[in-house]
């Protein structure tokens, strides 16, 4: 006898109209404000008894046990370890509570892509899981990174030297419509200071940092890399350095890489 | 311990300038640490004849240092000999510490041409160089004007007296602490400390190494006619000493060898590269100041760092364009921006610590490489592992650096794979045990190979020139563009040996 086939997991609780409506939370909107703290937040409440009353003593328990995991929710392991329960039995229970109920939620982990994260449906998943604000649907959201990259430029190329403040006060002034927080401007700032088109450095408070306190963090345009000594000869980037000696088969004489560099033959 | 590139280059080198039989003794030098002549002659197979004449030249080259060192449990001492890595490699720089003379002190440059293409000579031995190389039709030089050129070189620390020929050092004893050399070890290993004791015991004291040669002569009818005379007939009145004075210069000319002191010529081209490095960066007023500080800077009390006056500085910015309307106030604000700081010990000076620029250069050169052979998410990831003191986590460097989470986990394993990062896995605390985290960090011995790899670049390099010179002495149909391409690799081995002196000599 062919084996059962299960039906398909669903991926998202809204794809199915739920039987117990319960009022869910709009998602957020990457960038439109700082994200939550972690844990339950203050206004979400575990259901009422009531509601709990009609819901079969397993997944009551379920639902209490995934509701106490907070924003950063649950995975199905974890339950099944806490509930004691075989896999099949809880697949079941959980269809109910995120299907048939849609009490319950399933999140992607932005971090591990296969491991589904149970939580409660009204509440916003954390940025941990999310991946954070630079996040959509658990995929990096490169065009966004890379207009808030090109605005911070912007900003530092038209300002000189700028602490985050400013930078982020001018952005909002030439773009009203963007919605970035201080936080992310940060973030956006931190990741270009580190790959060098920003450089951080820390206001003296004289001369160019006339008008900034001392000691405070801001950004200036980077200058042009130095160095590059050892790139500029094939052996710096030859990947087959650790092959090549003097005498062996690749040696500098048989080198094609020189070859081509010196444009001549051997 | 020198790595296997770095003995091959050093072997090439000798092989180039002084043939194959000092090569071997060299190279075996080099590999085994310092040797007697029997374990030499042991090893090569050559004779003893052929191993004593090759360490001849090598000793009279300073490329080797010999010791005396106990033999058995007796009083029995043997002499060892140990080859100095770091001056087989000062030979490929020889016209770097030239042009450092030619800007400096031009008048004493054949001089210290002459202590280079020789290693070692005498005074004596000098003047009848600068005689015989004079070429017809122009002055003979005197012997009163080569002696104040030499003094001139001996007084700027540029040349030096050879050190002893054979210390006893007993490799079981700890370092004297009354060590005369001021550097210390770069490298912490039991090889390298020994080779640095040796050298550190051979060599004279400060006072002993710069004294120069008084200017007092047996034919003091010379020294009248010459325009130092007055100099000399002011020496010549401490009679009492007179004698003795007159002694000495006779052994300072005839009998006290001289050298070049590439330590000092090495501290003069990391100042030149850290002048030069950060000069690009700035703006003209801060480049003013800049260059007017390292223009006039007072003797090096050690080797990381420079020192030079307000009033010097001063001086020099006010000859350059715009500097004559800087105030005091002004040039103090931007020395203080550009990290120069006041002298702990003379209030009116101000002093830059080299090492930092040095260590912040050798790290662009790093991210440079990482960023041309691995592109710029990789120069993203290296930056941030670098400057973090400690190991960061996969999810830390994805939120940091904002890329995508399969360019950093590729990215991560081309580092990995290519030995540029370690990584360790940490199975988590928390939840069922199961799941497991990977930090990554920038792999201790990252520089050790990344110098064995300018090493090896070099040792290519000097192949392929050779190769060239080889078809050029065939008779090639293609000369002017086999010279052509020579000159450009000979260009790109003086460029990649600025890269070696700053990660192995600065």
Same mark, same amino acid.
């Given at each position: 006898?062919?084996?059962?086939?299960?039906? &398909?997991?669903?991926?998202?609780?809204?794809?199915?109209?739920?039987?117990?409506?319960?009022?869910?939370?709009?998602?957020?909107?990457?960038?439109?404000?700082?994200? &939550?703290? &972690?844990?339950?937040?203050?206004?979400?409440?575990?259901?009422?008894?009531?509601?709990?009353?009609?819901?079969?003593?397993?997944?009551?328990?379920?639902?209490?046990?995934?509701?106490?995991?907070?924003?950063?929710?649950?995975?199905?392991?974890?339950?099944?370890?806490?509930?004691?329960?075989?896999?099949?039995?809880?697949?079941?229970?959980?269809?109910?509570?995120?299907?048939?109920?849609?009490?319950?939620?399933?999140?992607?982990?932005?971090?591990?892509?296969?491991?589904?994260?149970?939580?409660?449906?009204?509440?916003?998943?954390?940025?941990?899981?999310?991946?954070?604000?630079?996040?959509?649907?658990?995929?990096?959201?490169?065009?966004?990174?890379?207009?808030?990259?090109?605005?911070?430029?912007?900003?530092?190329?038209?300002?000189?030297?700028?602490?985050?403040?400013?930078?982020?006060?001018?952005?909002?002034?030439?773009?009203?419509?963007?919605?970035?927080?201080?936080?992310?401007?940060?973030?956006?700032?931190?990741?270009?200071?580190?790959?060098?088109?920003?450089?951080?450095?820390?206001?003296?408070?004289?001369?160019?940092?006339?008008?900034?306190?001392?000691?405070?963090?801001?950004?200036?345009?980077?200058?042009?890399?130095?160095?590059?000594?050892?790139?500029?000869?094939?052996?710096?980037?030859?990947?087959?350095?650790?092959?090549?000696? &003097?005498?062996?088969?690749?040696?500098?004489?048989?080198?094609?890489?020189?070859?081509?560099?010196?444009?001549?033959?051997? | 311990?020198?790595?296997?590139?770095?003995?091959?280059?050093?072997?090439?080198?000798?092989?180039?300038?002084?043939?194959?039989?000092?090569?071997?003794?060299?190279?075996?030098?080099?590999?085994?640490?310092?040797?007697?002549?029997?374990?030499?002659?042991?090893?090569?197979?050559?004779?003893?004849?052929?191993?004593?004449?090759?360490?001849?030249?090598?000793?009279?080259?300073?490329?080797?240092?010999?010791?005396?060192?106990?033999?058995?449990?007796?009083?029995?001492?043997?002499?060892?000999?140990?080859?100095?890595?770091?001056?087989?490699?000062?030979?490929?720089?020889?016209?770097?510490?030239?042009?450092?003379?030619?800007?400096?002190?031009?008048?004493?440059?054949?001089?210290?041409?002459?202590?280079?293409?020789?290693?070692? /000579?005498?005074?004596?031995?000098?003047?009848?160089?600068?005689?015989?190389?004079?070429?017809?039709?122009?002055?003979?030089?005197?012997?009163?004007?080569?002696?104040?050129?030499?003094?001139?070189?001996?007084?700027?620390?540029?040349?030096?007296?050879?050190? %002893?020929?054979?210390?006893?050092?007993?490799?079981?004893?700890?370092?004297?602490?009354?060590?005369?050399?001021?550097?210390?070890?770069?490298?912490?290993?039991?090889?390298?400390?020994?080779?640095?004791?040796?050298?550190?015991?051979?060599? /004279?004291?400060?006072?002993?190494?710069?004294?120069?040669?008084?200017?007092?002569?047996?034919?003091?009818?010379?020294?009248?006619?010459?325009?130092?005379?007055?100099?000399?007939?002011?020496?010549?009145k401490h009679e009492a000493l007179g004698i003795d004075e007159e002694l000495n210069s006779t052994i300072a000319e005839n009998e006290v060898l001289w050298r070049a002191?590439?330590? %000092?010529?090495?501290?003069?081209?990391?100042?030149?590269?850290?002048?030069?490095?950060?000069?690009?960066?700035?703006?003209?007023?801060?480049?003013?100041?800049?260059?007017?500080?390292?223009?006039?800077?007072?003797?090096?009390?050690?080797?990381?760092?420079?020192?030079?006056?307000?009033?010097?500085?001063?001086?020099?910015?006010?000859?350059?364009?715009?500097?004559?309307?800087?105030?005091?106030?002004?040039?103090?604000?931007?020395?203080?921006?550009?990290?120069?700081?006041?002298?702990?010990?003379?209030?009116?000076?101000?002093?830059?610590?080299?090492?930092?620029?040095?260590?912040?250069?050798?790290?662009?050169?790093?991210?440079?490489?990482?960023?041309?052979?691995?592109?710029?998410?990789?120069?993203?990831?290296?930056?941030?592992?670098?400057?973090?003191?400690?190991?960061?986590?996969?999810?830390?460097?994805?939120?940091?650096?904002?890329?995508?989470?399969?360019?950093?986990?590729?990215?991560?394993?081309?580092?990995?794979?290519?030995?540029?990062?370690?990584?360790?896995?940490?199975?988590?605390?928390?939840?069922?045990?199961?799941?497991?985290?990977?930090?990554?960090?920038?792999?201790?011995?990252?520089?050790?190979?990344?110098?064995?790899?300018?090493?090896?670049?070099?040792?290519?390099?000097?192949?392929?020139?050779n190769y060239i010179i080889e078809l050029l002495l065939e008779g090639s149909k293609d000369e002017t563009k086999l010279r052509h391409?020579?000159?450009?690799?000979?260009?790109?081995?003086?460029?990649?040996?600025?890269?070696?002196?700053?990660?192995?000599?600065?």
């Open positions: 006898m062919p084996p059962r086939k299960r039906p &398909p997991q669903p991926t998202n609780a809204s794809e199915t109209p739920p039987e117990v409506k319960i009022r869910i939370s709009p998602p957020s909107i990457p960038g439109a404000e700082a994200p &939550p703290a &972690p844990g339950p937040a203050p206004s979400v409440s575990i259901l009422p008894a009531n509601i709990l009353a009609g819901f079969p003593p397993p997944e009551r328990e379920i639902y209490k046990l995934v509701f106490s995991g907070g924003d950063k929710g649950m995975t199905q392991t974890d339950i099944r370890i806490k509930m004691g329960v075989t896999a099949s039995t809880l697949t079941k229970h959980m269809r109910a509570l995120v299907n048939t109920k849609g009490v319950l939620k399933v999140v992607t982990n932005v971090h591990k892509r296969g491991e589904k994260i149970y939580m409660d449906a009204r509440l916003d998943p954390s940025p941990e899981i999310t991946g954070g604000t630079w996040y959509r649907n658990g995929e990096l959201d490169s065009e966004a990174v890379a207009s808030a990259r090109e605005r911070c430029l912007e900003q530092v190329e038209k300002l000189g030297v700028a602490t985050a403040d400013a930078i982020l006060s001018g952005i909002i002034k030439d773009y009203p419509s963007v919605g970035y927080s201080i936080e992310q401007i940060r973030d956006i700032l931190r990741a270009m200071a580190l790959d060098r088109s920003l450089e951080e450095v820390r206001s003296t408070g004289a001369g160019q940092f006339s008008d900034l306190r001392a000691g405070r963090v801001c950004y200036r345009k980077s200058s042009a890399p130095q160095g590059g000594m050892m790139e500029e000869i094939p052996c710096g980037v030859c990947p087959r350095i650790d092959e090549c000696s &003097p005498e062996g088969v690749i040696s500098p004489r048989t080198c094609v890489y020189f070859k081509k560099w010196l444009q001549m033959d051997f | 311990m020198v790595s296997q590139h770095g003995i091959l280059l050093a072997a090439g080198i000798i092989f180039d300038h002084f043939g194959p039989l000092v090569s071997k003794v060299c190279q075996c030098l080099l590999r085994h640490g310092a040797l007697p002549l029997q374990e030499i002659v042991r090893c090569l197979d050559l004779s003893p004849g052929q191993v004593k004449n090759s360490l001849l030249v090598l000793i009279q080259h300073n490329c080797v240092q010999a010791f005396s060192s106990p033999r058995g449990g007796g009083d029995k001492t043997s002499t060892h000999y140990l080859a100095i890595f770091d001056n087989i490699l000062h030979r490929l720089r020889f016209s770097k510490f030239l042009s450092v003379i030619r800007a400096d002190i031009p008048e004493s440059e054949a001089l210290l041409e002459g202590l280079l293409h020789n290693g070692r /000579l005498t005074f004596n031995q000098l003047v009848e160089r600068a005689i015989y190389k004079v070429t017809e039709g122009s002055i003979r030089p005197a012997r009163e004007e080569v002696r104040m050129n030499f003094n001139k070189l001996v007084y700027a620390h540029y040349v030096e007296r050879c050190p %002893k020929p054979e210390p006893f050092v007993d490799p079981l004893q700890d370092e004297q602490p009354t060590s005369t050399r001021k550097r210390a070890p770069k490298t912490v290993g039991k090889n390298v400390s020994f080779d640095k004791k040796v050298v550190n015991t051979a060599s /004279l004291s400060d006072a002993e190494k710069f004294s120069e040669i008084p200017y007092i002569t047996e034919d003091a009818s010379h020294a009248n006619d010459s325009p130092h005379s007055d100099i000399a007939s002011a020496k010549r002191n590439f330590e %000092k010529f090495i501290f003069c081209l990391k100042k030149k590269f850290c002048a030069e490095r950060k000069k690009p960066k700035l703006k003209v007023i801060s480049r003013h100041i800049w260059e007017s500080f390292f223009e006039d800077n007072l003797t090096n009390k050690d080797d990381n760092s420079v020192t030079s006056t307000l009033n010097s500085i001063l001086d020099r910015v006010g000859q350059k364009e715009g500097g004559a309307s800087m105030t005091i106030e002004h040039v103090t604000r931007v020395l203080e921006e550009l990290n120069i700081c006041p002298s702990s010990e003379d209030p009116d000076a101000f002093t830059l610590d080299l090492s930092r620029i040095v260590e912040a250069s050798q790290y662009e050169e790093m991210e440079s490489l990482v960023k041309k052979k691995y592109g710029q998410q990789a120069f993203t990831i290296f930056r941030l592992l670098v400057t973090q003191d400690c190991p960061v986590e996969t999810d830390k460097i994805i939120d940091t650096t904002i890329l995508d989470k399969q360019i950093v986990h590729g990215t991560l394993y081309k580092l990995w794979k290519d030995d540029y990062i370690d990584s360790e896995r940490i199975a988590s605390g928390t939840g069922t045990g199961n799941s497991q985290f990977f930090v990554w960090r920038v792999k201790s011995t990252f520089q050790e190979q990344f110098i064995d790899n300018l090493y090896h670049a070099a040792l290519n390099l000097r192949q392929i020139i391409r020579k000159n450009i690799l000979i260009l790109a081995l003086t460029r990649l040996d600025d890269s070696l002196m700053l990660f192995h000599d600065f």
